[in-house]
T-cell receptor, first 111, second 113 residues
Framework: TQLLEQSPQFLSIQEGENLTVYCNSS?????LQWYRQEPGEGPVLLVT?????EVKKLKRLTFQFGDARKDSSLHITAAQPGDTGLYLC???????????FGKGTSLLVTP | ETGVTQSPTHLIKTRGQQVTLRCSSQ?????VSWYQQALGQGPQFIFQ???????GRGNFPPRFSGLQFPNYSSELNVNALELDDSALYLC????????????FGPGTRLLVL
């Protein structure tokens, strides 16, 4: 099993602050995906990164895939209360069909 | 385009009972994957169905079984329920297998007493 570790586990910040969350593994992944999950709902895909060193931007969110394709980060600029949720990273497994998820970072942004 | 739907939304069962959860895949998607998400954890892969056949399985016992129908909808069956089976069960659909983007439904919250 390819394990993904996410840090921090919990993060509480005020509106307007910047933050970075991390997703690390000792395994190489063919791709990494970031999801946001709100209470009572399923995960919603934010982005997929495929190439080592790749950087993708989605409005105030910046995603980076490590050069060795073992880690990724998500940076949020000027966080808003609407960013509150559980941020999950998931890696494509060697088998190709399963997604291996980390435990997630629970983010709370207060006004 | 209809997204992934799941039923029921919530369910309460007692230990030893059996449960069936249902999933309708997104229009045009022929692959369904099931995940179990315990409280405070990330989703864990249970199995995947592609064109009505099991395509892969995670580390779950045989009392977790599934079906996929010709219209690509799917069922997850769990026999002899245990307390630890209490979790959010997520269904995800995708077009094809292997590294395809998976779209998740809202999940079914199962509580086993």
């Amino acid at each position: 099993t390819q394990l993904l570790e996410q840090s921090p586990q919990f993060l509480s910040i005020q509106e307007g602050e910047n933050l970075t969350v991390y997703c690390n593994s000792s395994s190489v992944f063919s791709s990494l995906q970031w999801y946001r999950q709100e209470p009572g709902e399923g995960p919603v895909l934010l982005v997929t990164v495929v190439t080592g060193g790749e950087v993708k931007k989605l409005k105030r969110l910046t995603f980076q895939f490590g050069d060795a394709r073992k880690d990724s980060s998500l940076h949020i600029t000027a966080a808003q209360p609407g960013d509150t949720g559980l941020y999950l990273c998931a890696g494509g497994s060697n088998s190709g069909y399963a997604l291996n998820f980390g435990k997630g970072t629970s983010l709370l942004v207060t006004p | 385009e209809t997204g992934v739907t799941q039923s029921p939304t919530h369910l309460i069962k007692t230990r030893g009972q059996q449960v069936t959860l249902r999933c309708s895949s997104q229009s045009g998607h022929n692959t369904v994957s099931w995940y179990q998400q315990a409280l405070g954890q990330g989703p864990q892969f249970i199995f995947q169905y592609y064109r009505e056949e099991e395509n892969g399985r995670g580390n779950f016992p045989p009392r977790f079984s599934g079906l996929q129908f010709p219209n690509y909808s799917s069922e997850l069956n769990v026999n002899a329920l245990e307390l630890d089976d209490s979790a959010l069960y997520l269904c995800a659909s995708s077009l094809g297998i292997a590294r395809e983007t998976q779209y998740f439904g809202p999940g079914t919250r199962l509580l086993v007493l």
